[in-house]
Nanobody, 124 residues
């Protein structure tokens, strides 16, 4: 079983940048596809980005395409979400998630393990 801890959230002005980190412990991250999700108040949780085990295959949601980048450093057991040109509508709790898999593909659902989340607030 893997434990996930997000960090890097905070308050930022519109147009600013933040980098979220998701540190994994308990198991090597190399056996997991990873994803970043977010949930705004009153809204359902949505996928933001996903990455395959090797990092060679990536998915970015249309709502953040061109602004957010997902990456991973398996040697450091860490996944990142670089967020640029932030907008007030990006305000949400951001969660990272892991899904054990043999294939080197990304997933937009079906995750097994979740972090506790980190708050991102973008002021206008």
């Amino acid at each position: 079983q893997v434990q996930l801890v997000e960090s890097g959230g905070g308050l930022v002005q519109a147009g600013g940048s933040l980098t979220l980190s998701c540190a994994a412990s308990g198991r090597t991250l190399t056996i997991y596809a990873m994803g970043w999700f977010r949930q705004a108040p009153g809204k359902e949780r949505e996928i933001v980005a996903a990455i395959s085990r090797s990092g060679n295959n990536r998915y970015i949601a249309d709502s953040v395409k061109g602004r957010f980048t997902i990456s991973r450093d398996n040697a450091k057991n860490t996944v990142y979400l670089q967020m640029n040109s932030l907008k007030p509508e990006d305000t949400a709790v951001y969660y990272c998630a892991a899904r054990a898999t043999i294939a080197d593909v990304y997933y937009t659902s079906g995750y097994d393990y979740w972090g506790q989340g980190t708050q991102v607030t973008v002021s206008s």
